[in-house]
């Protein structure tokens, strides 16, 4: 799988309450009126303009802060393709796979990624491309990525329901 | 080789004698935990084509981060949630007004020590407070736990953190755990497991042990553990035996036979030792839990809103404190005064004992037991420019309904004492003076 796309590059820390704002927590449950507020608190401008394979780059420990899984949902029905960061918050993280939303931790490529360049991501061979060079990634590790390939934990649910049936 | 906290709680949950650090579970919680999101699992849970849910005893649902209300789209959200609790015989259900989800299910006994839960929500780190492994999971997660009853766990390594003394008059365990992450960072005990020790712990009361064990969600942490004692199994047996109708000492005795203990020589990732009385009233600044600064440094900043509550400090001990320095005196003008006790058992205990009274004398306003404002839902949110000190757990920008506001997180004393004051004030003054 390749992904390809611009960067839209974060800093540390970025938390779920500037990426999905608790007060629509409640209320929106359809995945494109949350992309509508994706990043509302922290780059207004994103949700507007973002486009589908483009690639979001955060620092350390993205996505700590609430568990709200639409921090992930997001993000992913506005079309990004990937999230690099230094360290994902581990709630994001396993949102993020159970959603198949790939979330690649490479604390180079985070640094060398620029905001508004176009970059590549080759998932099967672990690779991202860029202007700084190229940056290696180790794959999912094999207890979970089943969950990705089948695309998302609740299809993964539906498939061991099925065969348990 | 011993063994850490995490790995022998998870191993026992995963059915295994012994568990690795690194090695990934199949782990089934013997808790199940959501709230006002459990509309939008229940959502995801039908996708999966079961008509039943196969273990309806093990969920514990609570209406309590938009409760009450406060538009007719949250409304319709609680109705969903009736419907469903009621078509499938939901026991452990709790309304608007019983409280704070993880307040409520320590009241009610319904996570004992060595139990695993896991919750669509961050701070279920809370329940080591009482010797569980609590931890946060999406939404997708719970829906499959329903489903499935297990869900895969990465075992953690563990940092443990030795407490020595005692801390001083005018400093909480909220002080504690701003010093432990401002000084490690919010990202300190990312992917780790804490566990806390030594001899300090014992000094801390129950409340105290709750609001380190729930603040360890802002220091990044799978789960956080305090090793339960006399005083925690006694809080519990009660209630216990209450809820299973059998008698104190059988629900004591059940308790601490599931209680689970690190082996001595547990191999840590780190082991910290921190002398509590080493320990000064802290304030976390805007926006980040790590940006932690000693509270003469932001003393005198003015405020527009003091908020008391949360699930890290809407406690009885807390109401007690802000009561006991505001008693006999008035809110600086131009100043609201929030207080919103974690449950109902909470405020119907600070009725009884007068700090209620106390309060509103003050001119506090009491809010339903439950979140309150502190994710920008209702009851309280801020308006662009204003500052807010609160007993909160996050200060995130857009936390408390607009990005244009500022959030100072601290003690319970510390917001009662600026309430009075109209500006962040260190309380050492009123609170010597009861003593």
């Not at chain 1, 590549?120 to 990525?145: K, N, Q, W, Y």
């Not at chain 2, 360890?216 to 956080?224: P, S, T």
């Not at chain 2, 005064?337 to 600070?350: D, R």
């Not at chain 2, 309904?401 to 004030?425: K, M, N, Q, R």
Request: with cysteine; charged share 20%.
């Amino acid at each position: 799988m390749i992904i390809r796309g611009r960067v839209w590059k974060y800093g540390d820390n970025v938390n779920t309450d500037v990426i999905f704002p608790g007060k629509y927590t409640y209320t929106i449950q359809d995945p494109a009126e949350m992309a509508r507020h994706a990043l509302e608190d922290l780059d207004p401008s994103f949700a507007a303009n973002v486009q589908p394979g483009d690639i979001v780059v955060g620092g350390r420990n993205w996505g700590c802060g609430s568990s709200r899984e639409q921090a992930v949902t997001a993000l992913k029905k506005a079309g990004v393709g990937a999230i690099v960061a230094v360290s994902f918050a581990r709630i994001y993280y396993r949102n993020a796979i159970n959603n198949a939303l790939p979330a690649i931790i490479c604390p180079e490529a985070a640094e060398a990624l620029q905001h508004g360049e176009t970059a590549e991501i080759d998932m099967t061979a672990g690779r991202i491309h860029c202007a700084a060079g190229m940056f290696s990634f180790p794959p999912l590790p094999e207890a979970v990525l089943g969950i990705f390939e089948a695309g998302g934990l609740l299809a993964y649910v539906r498939k061991q329901l099925g065969e348990e049936a | 080789m011993g063994a850490t906290f995490v790995q022998k709680v998870l191993a026992r949950a995963a059915g295994r004698e012994h568990a690795e650090v690194g090695e990934v579970l199949d782990v089934r919680p013997d808790r199940i935990l959501s709230h006002d999101n459990t509309a939008a699992i229940i959502a995801k849970w039908r996708t999966l084509g079961q008509s039943r849910l196969p273990n309806p005893e093990r969920l514990a649902i609570t209406l309590d981060h938009a409760a009450p209300p406060p538009t007719v789209r949250h409304a319709q959200n609680h109705a969903v949630i009736r419907a469903f609790v009621a078509e499938h015989g939901i026991r452990h259900f709790f309304e608007v007004g019983r409280g704070i989800c993880h307040q409520v299910l320590s009241e009610e006994a319904l996570v004992l020590p060595g139990d695993v839960i896991l919750g669509a929500d961050s701070h279920t780190v809370h329940f080591g407070w009482l010797g569980a492994f609590g931890a946060g999971v999406g939404r997708s997660e719970v829906a499959a736990l329903w489903a499935l009853g297990r869900i895969w766990l990465r075992v953690p390594p563990t940092i443990r953190f030795e407490l020595r003394g005692r801390l001083a008059p005018d400093v909480s365990a909220k002080d504690l755990a701003l010093h432990i992450i401002g000084r490690f960072g919010a990202d300190g005990g990312l992917y780790r497991a804490v566990e806390f020790g030594g001899d300090g712990l014992a000094t801390l009361s129950l409340d105290d042990r709750m609001t380190l064990a729930n603040m360890m969600a802002e220091f990044g942490v799978k789960n956080a553990y305090l090793p339960p004692d006399e005083q925690v199994f006694d809080w519990l047996a009660n209630r216990l035996a209450q809820r299973q109708g059998i008698s104190p000492a059988e629900a004591s005795e059940r308790i601490a036979t599931r209680a689970l203990y690190p082996d001595p020589h547990a191999t840590y990732e780190a082991v910290h030792v921190i002398h509590l009385g080493d320990v000064e009233p802290l304030v976390a600044c805007p926006h980040t839990v790590d940006n932690v600064v000693p509270i003469s440094h932001v003393a005198g900043r003015r405020i527009h809103m003091a908020f008391l509550g949360t699930c890290t400090n809407g406690r009885l001990s807390d109401l007690a404190t802000a009561a006991r320095i505001v008693r006999g005196k008035r809110i600086a003008p131009g100043v609201r005064f929030l207080v919103i006790p974690a449950s109902s058992e909470v405020l119907h205990a600070a009725l009884e004992a007068g700090y209620i009274a106390d309060l509103v004398a003050a001119g506090a306003t009491i809010g339903t037991p439950g979140c309150g404002p502190c994710m920008g839902n209702h009851l309280g949110v801020l308006a662009p420019g204003e500052v807010c000190i609160s007993s909160a757990n996050r200060n995130f920008r857009g936390r408390m309904g607009t990005p244009d506001a500022e959030i100072y997180l601290a003690s319970p004393a510390v917001v009662a004492a600026s309430a009075l004051a109209g500006v962040i004030t260190r309380p050492t003054d009123q609170l010597t003076a009861e003593q």
